[in-house]
């Protein structure tokens, strides 16, 4: 039994950790923490937890975090760079589900970010936490950096394919769609009911910040420059995220479903689908699986992948979790045993 | 050709007025205020009126609705207190969507709007906008209250029964039931598509403040006190309002289809159902229609009534054309004319 | 580890027994039948299910069943009268899902259901699976007829009120709200998201096959007759039942609060929430938990509850578990423990 | 005023026609035909209409539609091959809303419809009634095919690009999403709420039948042959198509945004939108309009087009109408003068 922490347990990724963590074997949360909610118990904000936790919010100046294994960061960008230098001082080991220590280029992210980055000594110590990339570094890490939910799906989906160097890295698209969870849990007209439900639209076309990361990954992964176009559009829907992903094939001749069952063959929580079938959000919809498939249309040179995740899991607190898992030696699919809720 | 202005034109019964006036023969609209967004083309906030409005928002201090023949408040309670006496002082005829006017009680009004009422000297003059229940004053109003969204269907489901003493007016009770467009375009948590979307609830089941108006238009129609209960529910929807009913017949001779049918055959936008038929939102989406079933369970001394609208139609903007529509001397339907959208 | 069968496993009963199961820790899934999809995966059909069954549907005929502990009818009503009384004579205990054996008066069933019953001679055995009303015959059960989703809320918010005699149980009245899974998974032009979405009505208010169970449960509770209005709503979502139910307080003395409190202590699946809140369908979904508030509007003599459920978890195949862990001694919570899935 | 009659008003076609005709100031709807309702009001199947049309659809073979000046056909494939010419012959004029007469290659349509076409013969005097491509010769029409939801929106997308060469038209890539009306009404469990709600998928990716014709579209701007993508997804939703178009710009040097504004501005139902702004299909809800924005990301030469319009408005039953206008002298606006609905 590990002591677990969590700082910014008021939004989503936050209670979802939570609903997670409540079946875990190996783990027990010992600290959850928020300035605006502090002394309020946690079940009072999401009811889905009455009768799960007991716990309370407390003021993270308190210290409840230092005595705790591990501390998950559940907050906008900016407070992990604050806070997780002192915790790893400390030999807490965190894992932030913010954007603080995805990107390495700091200048880029602080462009991006449109803010300093104050804790830049702590880069190159962070492992991106990817499992089905960086595995090995994540068991060893530290300070993991787990992936945004869009870039998840997308280097998922375009693995097999730049691995192999298979495809025009030049000229990659990602048409990826999220739910309105996405967008966190805040006061805010555009993400309201009535302004997002019985509709659908891109945004962010010129440019989201989820671009230099998903770019990143993949130039990671292709071992050079790679050349995106990413569209992400709002579902009007809670929680799921879908990404089409087109590129052009150097080599028609390759068995593209042979070759993503191979990759992922040994992968917990990726699943290729039959070839020929689709997969729907709502298939892991709670659950940290991200399903995949792929065509070649009309069997032209143009492959289409596509991936399908829960933003909040496999984009989110699942795939923080799988990385405790590995960091702890657990075994990597505890806590996440649950088939999605469908219907 | 009259001038119509509209204070409080960014929330959803100010862009409703708008959309449904674009196609209104008899009227132009000429100013529409906003302290926030003024300068801002009202078609920039609201896409959907590109190409039928050049019209920019202007400060309300301007003075353009003094050339108006007719002002819309589209406000939250508390401004048409303020602006209106001085308006009708210049002849403008006023039609306040808000609450403001709606309670004669002012006492009433102020301990469920917690605030001082700044306008009583008004009060006797308001007109209750229900055609319904009052078109003639309707007809010679100079400021008229528009019913509230859950008021209007809970007063014509009950309307015949009450006129002609049918039930134990002691015991009624509404169930009801809104789409989430009915808290207005603001930014909240609680409106949120991923806290609203695939759920339900009731709210505010200790008193709501339309509450107090329910009983007083019940009161005004049965000639003496009422029993009410009345419990909201939020719906995961954009726009609808359903109430559900329920009162005990003193009669049970009284051939209730033929009592609703008869009451409001008249009525251009009250539609009672044919026996055995269940009115649904989607029926009236966008129009100003109310629709109306009736319901002897198991030929029991039980009766319910179901009733249909479109909260921001028959239950706001619509409703308040409607009563323009009959002060002017224009056709009733005039601007009313298109069916709902369905599918 | 017990040897569990599923008679009817393509429809969302089945399925959602299968993801329940899943993850219960004494039980083995050994069989699952469907005539029409004998021989194909029972995961190609739901992808939730990958990675979590192999096993494949099969003709009941092939009698898979007889080697089970226990098997859930997960079926319409009118199939388990015809299988069960095979089972049962070789000792395989059964819990059906259908109405099938919910209605003692045999002659009211036939008239609801409109078809001769071909198992009157086991109506005695059966048990009416509430388990916070009848836990100890549960015990002993071995055939279990599983309470229908409205009737599990409405019986369970009156519950406390009629144990006690504190209401007038000639005039109770149950206005609920059901997601569009209650339908079931069938193709219907009337359940297409086309034409639910985005829409509420009330449907059957002449009369609806949860009536006479309910009022069966209720006059158990109540120890005679009872007079009940029950008016089902559709809801534009997937899951989740609310009931909002109404009733005369023959003593407001009482305090409502402590008296669902002290009902409800030592039940696992029944949370009675804080004074003053409202339970809300998604706080539940996916989860076997039925939320429960009471209330006195205004402090006069109308009690309101309001009862919130799953309609597939607590109102179908959740309770269903729920029963067979008590039937075999296991946890009442195994493989029930998972919160609610939220937002 | 004209008469109008419809072939299959039991479908969403069909009952959009009515509700756009409902409002239109130079017919009356003389005839609607359904074999299967025949004898039945349609604003009993339809309630939206109540109030709109007395008319009772009849059997088609009664000759009601030979007295009509133009007729609809809102029918599946095959249907209007098959009593088209019937009419054409007696000098009816036809607007066919179905596949029937889209694709000029018959063999072409023969493959994709699996079905022989009856009717090659009245191939040639077919109009593609895109007006925006071509509204000269839709004036003179005797027989319109209507473009199909997808390829409207794709075709204007990339219209003014493949007009002036601008793209690399061997590599197009349309990645569209469709609202659940767009299954048409039909009983099918794949697009009821409980398996469509809260769900996002692509479908069709190996080929949909829409491509042919959106090739032919795009081939007939282009003046040669294209290579096309089309990956179709489903939203949950009602109504609404959204496009997001891919192309490689030749010229990096044009100005997108006037060629656009310059393209459409005289067209009175495509809106081309501020340059940075992104189109919503809310905004276009129950309109004729299609929205247009156009992008060039990180100023690179990918070019990303955007276009949403309804799918049974501007995508089907508007388009008609509009269709209709022309080839009768109407204001070409004429019933399809009002606002979206929104919110």
Not at 306 to 330: P, T, Y
Request: glycine letters at 10%; one cysteine or more.
């Amino acid at each position: 039994m590990i002591k677990v922490g969590i700082v910014g347990g008021t939004g989503y990724t936050g209670v979802e950790l939570l609903r997670l963590l409540a079946v875990h074997p190996d783990v027990v949360v010992t600290a959850i923490t928020s300035r605006g909610e502090a002394g309020r118990p946690v079940a009072e904000l999401f009811p889905n937890l009455r009768g799960h936790f007991d716990l309370c919010f407390t003021d993270p100046a308190a210290g409840d975090l230092d005595h705790c294994d591990v501390v998950f960061f559940a907050t906008p960008h900016g407070v992990a760079q604050l806070t997780a230098p002192g915790l790893l001082k400390k030999g807490v080991r965190v894992i932030d589900l913010s954007a603080d220590f995805r990107i390495r280029d700091v200048a880029l992210w602080e462009t991006w970010y449109k803010q300093p980055h104050t804790a830049q000594e702590l880069m190159s110590d962070a492992v991106y936490g990817l499992p089905e990339l960086n595995r090995e570094a994540i068991r060893h890490g530290r300070l993991i950096a787990c992936p945004g939910c869009y870039p998840t799906s997308v280097l998922l989906g375009f693995l097999p394919l730049l691995e192999q160097g298979l495809v025009d890295q030049g000229d990659l698209i990602a048409s990826s769609a999220s739910g309105a969870s996405g967008a966190g849990r805040q006061a805010n007209i555009g993400t309201s009911l009535a302004e997002t439900s019985d509709n659908f639209k891109a945004y962010a076309v010129p440019g989201h910040r989820h671009l230099p990361e998903i770019r990143q990954g993949l130039e990671d992964i292709a071992g050079s420059g790679v050349g995106l176009t990413f569209v992400p559009h709002l579902l009007p829907m809670i929680r799921g995220i879908h990404s089409t992903l087109y590129a052009n094939l150097l080599n028609t001749g390759v068995d593209l479903q042979r070759l993503y069952e191979d990759r992922f063959r040994d992968e917990p929580f990726v699943d290729v689908m039959p070839a020929g079938s689709h997969p729907e959000t709502r298939s892991v919809r709670g659950s940290n699986v991200c399903r995949i498939s792929v065509f070649r249309p009309e069997n032209g040179n143009k492959v289409v992948v596509l991936a399908a995740e829960d933003n909040l899991v496999k984009g989110a607190s699942g795939q923080a979790i799988q990385n405790m898992n590995i960091m702890f030696g657990f075994s990597e699919k505890a806590g996440l045993l649950a088939p999605a809720l469908l219907p």
